[in-house]
């Protein structure tokens, strides 16, 4: 969860740099410390299987990072990214729609 999670920080942090119109789009070492301090709030009573911290961990990353980011395209590069993340490194087998579409939907206007 600690490589993936910096994983995560590097790819945005050298992938979707500040631009004018995206000028808030600077990331640090602190967003990887707030995403592990939402995680660590947990107790061994909520969190009773390996699903559940995942679904956490990624809570906690969206609210971390995916909050932070104002374009469709961006927020969807997010997601597919941190499912890969999801499905290869930390063994989730539920669908890329179970984890994000709900999300998207409840986003739209």
């Not at 790819?11 to 967003?31: G, M, V």
């Not at 990624?58 to 499912?83: C, G, P, S, W």
Request: charged content about 25%.
């Amino acid at each position: 969860m600690v490589d993936s999670t910096v994983s995560i920080f590097l790819r945005i942090q050298n992938e979707l740099l500040p631009t004018p119109a995206k000028s808030h789009y600077t990331f640090n070492l602190r967003d990887v410390s707030r995403v592990f301090q939402g995680v660590l709030m947990v107790t061994t009573a909520n969190c009773a299987d390996r699903n559940v911290m995942a679904r956490l961990w990624t809570h906690e990353n969206a609210r971390v990072f995916h909050d932070r980011l104002i374009d469709t395209a961006d927020k969807q590069y997010f997601t597919h990214m941190l499912y890969d993340i999801l499905a290869n490194r930390l063994g989730v087998t539920e669908s890329y729609e179970a984890l994000f579409e709900v999300r998207h939907e409840a986003c739209k206007p």
